[in-house]
């Protein structure tokens, strides 16, 4: 018989400038197989009241699992947290069995990026959060297109539930998820299937062209669909306002040139203001003078798109576009004319520097304009690569003269770069953001989502 046991491996240091963040990683193994486990954590917080919380993890098909334990915690910040003691109840079992205490100062710190859960899901694909960060939903058969649906995996404890979806595309379905996580719209044969997370109940809307990727627009009234009509290439806008008499209908539609987007899951992204294709001439749709545009062949195949705020802006988006060929990351800004209407300029390259055999398949972005870029294939040497935004840091330090003491103030300022590589497994898929900001969910072949511990977000 397999005895239970638990550890606190190591404490995940997370932070901000100057607002550090620790949260325990607890790993456990030998319970029962594809179950449930009870944690109670009690943490002695130095000058604060101990804190006692409850959570429950899912176990995997060997009985182990692991996660950051105490997320629930009412006080986000871990700077007084002095020791851990842990007990770990066996739900299937009934055994429990504890750990603790541990000083966070006894145990090693994790690396930054740290994958800490790889759930077993079956060939997964596109990949969302729900506003909450309560449900990540991930499409099924990706690779062969046999068993296509939606998964939906609790966060808090892992445990997963299949939604089956008729008329689903081979290879495994796009889909879009609304602002407020209450439906999910989802590419079909010929077919949008609008899926209600509440009940997951559908409503099929027909399509004249066989639609594919789709990006929801920043207000949540509009769907954008690529289709393909024998080789035209078009976005379809679908209004899903449901306080419009036009409510889940076609209302407009925009031809472009050139290739159809490429294979992945970051192929268009939507501001208010454009809508952008990851075509290989990346095209850009100005929804105000219905002006279809693109920047030309960079350098070959695009593969990712991905629009997040220019930091310290108002209502400005910048464009981050994966090129696959050179293994860089071209950026571009929304900005104003001299004539007052908004067009897009090309600002930078970001050179990526690992693997440039390896193409960036998407992009996804936090919510304080991280930028993830999935490099994946067959091989072993798949990656995600962070870029930061241009972003200014100042630390307060005090000098002694004397018998007085002076603060200083010291800024230092860094533009646009790549701050980390995450090493993953190989066929690296699609990836959302927790809404937090604190982990990013990775899909890959054939049967895998990663969690990635963030240190910033």
């Given amino acids: 018989m397999t005895v239970p046991s638990v550890s606190v491996t190591s404490f995940l240091q997370t932070h901000e400038p100057d607002e550090p963040t620790f949260f325990p990683v607890l790993t456990g193994s030998g319970f029962t197989q594809h179950n449930t486990v009870s944690v109670v954590s009690l943490?002695?917080?130095?000058?604060?009241?101990?804190?006692?919380v409850t959570e429950t993890f899912a176990t995997d098909g060997v009985g182990n699992f692991q996660n950051r334990v105490a997320r629930a915690m009412p006080n986000p910040n871990w700077e007084g947290l002095q020791e851990i003691t842990v007990d770990v109840t066996d739900l299937g079992t009934g055994v429990t069995v504890s750990f603790g205490p541990l000083a966070q100062d006894s145990a090693p710190r994790a690396p930054d990026y740290t994958v800490i859960a790889t759930l077993s899901v079956y060939e997964p694909?596109?990949?969302?959060?729900?506003?909450?960060?309560?449900?990540?939903?991930?499409?099924?058969?990706y690779g062969t297109g046999t068993d296509n649906g939606i998964s939906v995996i609790d966060e808090a404890t892992y445990a997963l539930t299949p939604v089956q979806i008729p008329n689903v595309r081979n290879g495994g379905s796009p889909f879009s998820l609304t602002a407020d996580g209450s439906r999910l719209y989802v590419s079909t044969q010929f077919s949008i299937t609008v899926v209600d997370t509440a009940n997951y109940a559908m409503t099929v809307i027909s399509m004249e062209d066989d639609p594919w990727y789709s990006a929801i627009s920043p207000d949540g009234t509009r769907l954008y669909v690529c289709t393909d009509d024998d080789g035209l290439h078009r976005v379809e806008v679908l209004d899903i306002d449901p306080a419009s008499p036009t409510h889940h209908t076609v209302i407009d539609s925009f031809d472009y040139s050139g290739t159809a987007i490429s294979p992945g899951s970051g192929g268009?992204?939507?501001?208010?203001?454009?809508?952008?294709?990851?075509?290989?001439?990346l095209t850009h749709i100005d929804l105000t003078t219905r002006l279809v545009e693109s920047w030309g062949d960079i350098v070959g195949e695009n593969q990712g798109v991905v629009v997040v705020p220019v930091p310290g802006s108002t209502g400005?988006?910048?464009?981050y576009l994966a090129l696959a060929n050179s293994n860089?990351?071209?950026?571009?800004?929304?900005?104003?004319?001299t004539g007052?209407?908004?067009?897009?300029?090309?600002?930078?390259?970001?050179?990526?520097?690992?693997?440039?055999?390896?193409?960036?398949?998407?992009m996804a972005a936090s919510h304080r304009s991280r930028v993830y870029v999935i490099k994946?294939?067959?091989?072993?040497?798949?990656?995600?690569?962070?870029?930061?935004p241009a972003e200014t840091f100042t630390s307060v330090h005090y000098v002694?003269?004397?018998?007085q003491v002076f603060e200083e103030e010291e800024s230092e300022t860094f533009p646009i770069r790549m701050i980390a590589t995450i090493p993953v497994r190989k066929w690296a898929i699609g990836a959302a953001v927790s809404p937090d900001g604190y982990s990013v969910y990775l899909s890959s072949s054939p049967d895998a989502l990663s969690v990635i511990a963030v240190p910033t977000p």
């Fill in 376 to 388: 994946g294939d067959q091989s072993n040497q798949n990656t995600v690569s962070v870029i930061a």
């Fill in 125 to 141: 694909g596109w990949v969302a959060v729900s506003p909450d960060g309560t449900r990540i939903y991930v499409s099924r058969g």
């Fill in 400 to 403: 002694h003269f004397g018998n």
């Fill in 268 to 281: 268009i992204a939507a501001s208010s203001r454009f809508i952008y294709l990851a075509s290989d001439d």
């Fill in 340 to 362: 007052g209407t908004m067009t897009v300029a090309y600002q930078e390259t970001i050179d990526l520097g690992v693997n440039p055999n390896v193409h960036p398949l998407m």
């Fill in 316 to 319: 400005i988006d910048r464009v």
């Fill in 43 to 52: 943490f002695h917080l130095a000058d604060r009241p101990d804190t006692t």
């Fill in 328 to 337: 860089q990351v071209a950026v571009f800004d929304e900005v104003l004319t």
